[in-house]
Nanobody, 120 residues
């Protein structure tokens, strides 16, 4: 069994910062791409940022220059530093990871989500 657990969401004023964390645990052999997605009320889930196990990153245009994704392979963790937050960044943020288990089963796993609210 594999679990992804997120933390770090909350309420922040426009222009503020938050740092999200996500840690994978369980019977893990290898972790490939990791990423963050978000879902605003009434909208579809969308990609925010991804990072390969080599550290190559990709960002949605709406967050470029404001958000930074990073990972710590030793801790099986991925982070999202969010600066200059805007009200339109509000939503539930989900961690995603492409994981191969020790049984050699490979698949995409999701965390339970963490709420980010940007409001004055």
């Amino acid at each position: 069994q594999v679990q992804l657990v997120e933390s770090g969401g909350g309420l922040v004023q426009p222009g503020g910062s938050l740092r999200l964390s996500c840690a994978a645990s369980g019977s893990i052999l290898s972790i490939f791409d990791m990423g963050w997605y978000r879902q605003a009320p009434g909208k579809q889930r969308e990609l925010v940022a991804t990072i390969t196990n080599w550290g190559t990153t990709n960002y949605a245009d709406s967050v470029k220059g404001r958000f930074t994704i990073s990972r710590d392979n030793a801790k099986s963790a991925v982070y999202l530093q969010m600066n200059s937050l805007k009200p339109e960044d509000t939503g539930v943020y989900y961690c995603n990871a492409d994981i191969m288990e020790r049984t050699f089963r490979r698949g995409g796993y999701w965390g339970q989500g963490t709420q980010v609210t940007v409001s004055s």
